[in-house]
């Protein structure tokens, strides 16, 4: 009993020091004045990562098809004090979309700190269903669009040391049911981006790329596609907009947001026997 004690007692202790002594790596200051080019904004945590970054004093160009929304948005983050905010509506599944957006962006702010890659054309939840077509659209949105646009950056990015922030999904790393294409255009992302780093690295380019791994976010249309299929809690959009801007402005290779995610994914790898059946009873399937 005494020994628990003097256990918990310590326990304590070095909580405590550390509580005191733990300084938070995210500086909010380093993204005031910063240049940010930010794609999905009109809505879900595109849309929350645009208030923050207006709430931190960035400049920003926020991007997506629908224009009155966007305007909607930039009225928005006038009210929260943003610098600037600009909006350049486009659609991102016709190829010459992305230089032209970049080239908006570059123009407008002078240059580029940071490349926040988060759109994703929509998502059908459901079983495949054999549509090849709409696996090519998705793969044009969720993933070339961000090559080329990352590519149209590239040359801006690294005179300003700056940041490529791409955001994927857990289904990017772990295929999950009811996402055979999206899941494909995640880990498409992955690989592509991952390997990048590697050569951004070798070549002494100072470039940042963080590869934000997230789990079910409680957006609109993530909550419909998901309604009833999942046996899931989704986190909250304007938490995981925090957190991947955060992890943009400290330069990490990969986020997870939740958390968790990360140890999801390390026990993934390492329990391979019945991981599957796991997964499995987490999605909700009834055969016709
Ligand atoms: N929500 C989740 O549970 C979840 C989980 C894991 C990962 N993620 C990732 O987080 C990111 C944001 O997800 P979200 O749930 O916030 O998405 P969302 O609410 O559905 O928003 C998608 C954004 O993309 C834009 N968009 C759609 N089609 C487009 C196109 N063809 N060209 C240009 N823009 C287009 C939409 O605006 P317009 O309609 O105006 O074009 C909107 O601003 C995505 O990369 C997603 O994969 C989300």
Same mark, same amino acid.
């Given at each position: 009993?005494?020994?628990?004690?003097? /256990?918990?007692?310590?326990?304590?202790? !070095?909580?405590?020091?550390?509580? =005191?002594?733990?300084?938070?790596?995210?500086?909010?200051?380093?993204?005031?004045?910063?240049?940010?080019?930010?794609?999905?904004?009109?809505?879900?945590?595109? +849309?929350?990562?645009?208030?923050? #970054?207006?709430?931190?004093?960035?400049?920003?160009?926020?991007?997506?098809?629908? +224009?009155?929304?966007?305007?909607?948005?930039?009225?928005?983050?006038?009210?929260?004090?943003?610098?600037?905010?600009?909006?350049?509506?486009?659609?991102?599944?016709?190829?010459?979309?992305?230089?032209?957006? !970049?080239?908006?962006?570059?123009?407008?702010?002078?240059?580029?700190?940071?490349?926040?890659?988060?759109?994703?054309? /929509?998502?059908? =939840?459901?079983?495949?269903?054999?549509?090849?077509?709409?696996?090519?659209?998705?793969?044009?949105?969720?993933?070339?669009?961000? !090559?080329?646009?990352?590519?149209?950056?590239?040359?801006?990015? +690294?005179?300003?040391?700056?940041?490529?922030?791409?955001?994927?999904?857990?289904?990017?790393?772990?295929?999950?049911?009811?996402?055979?294409?999206?899941?494909?255009?995640?880990?498409?992302?992955?690989?592509?981006?991952?390997?990048?780093?590697?050569?951004?690295?070798?070549?002494?380019?100072?470039?940042?790329?963080?590869?934000?791994?997230?789990?079910?976010?409680?957006?609109?249309?993530?909550?419909?596609?998901?309604?009833?299929?999942?046996?899931?809690? /989704?986190?909250?959009?304007?938490? /995981?907009?925090?957190?991947?801007?955060?992890?943009?402005?400290?330069?990490?290779?990969?986020? =997870? #947001?939740?958390?968790?995610?990360?140890?999801?994914?390390?026990?993934? !790898?390492?329990?391979?026997?019945?991981?599957?059946?796991?997964?499995?009873?987490? #999605?909700?399937?009834?055969?016709?």
């Amino acid at each position: 009993m005494k020994a628990i004690g003097t /256990a918990l007692c310590a326990a304590g202790i !070095v909580a405590a020091l550390l509580a =005191f002594f733990w300084k938070d790596p995210f500086d909010p200051e380093s993204l005031s004045g910063a240049r940010v080019l930010l794609t999905g904004a009109s809505a879900g945590i595109g +849309e929350q990562m645009a208030y923050h #970054y207006c709430r931190f004093g960035a400049e920003v160009v926020v991007t997506a098809r629908r +224009e009155a929304v966007l305007r909607e948005v930039a009225e928005k983050c006038k009210t929260l004090g943003a610098k600037k905010i600009l909006y350049i509506p486009a659609d991102m599944s016709s190829p010459s979309e992305p230089e032209r957006v !970049v080239q908006f962006a570059v123009q407008k702010l002078g240059g580029l700190d940071y490349l926040v890659l988060n759109h994703i054309a /929509a998502n059908r =939840f459901q079983m495949w269903d054999g549509d090849v077509e709409y696996t090519r659209r998705l793969m044009q949105v969720n993933f070339f669009s961000y !090559v080329a646009l990352a590519t149209a950056a590239l040359q801006t990015l +690294e005179r300003s040391n700056g940041s490529l922030v791409v955001v994927s999904s857990l289904a990017g790393r772990i295929p999950t049911p009811f996402t055979t294409s999206y899941s494909a255009s995640k880990f498409a992302l992955d690989g592509f981006f991952t390997s990048l780093r590697h050569e951004l690295a070798m070549q002494k380019r100072n470039v940042s790329v963080t590869l934000c791994i997230l789990g079910l976010i409680d957006t609109a249309s993530a909550l419909e596609n998901t309604r009833g299929k999942v046996y899931m809690t /989704a986190s909250p959009a304007p938490e /995981a907009a925090l957190a991947i801007i955060r992890g943009g402005a400290m330069r990490v290779q990969e986020l =997870f #947001y939740p958390w968790l995610l990360q140890h999801v994914c390390q026990l993934w !790898v390492l329990f391979p026997s019945n991981r599957d059946r796991v997964l499995q009873s987490y #999605y909700n399937y009834s055969s016709p």
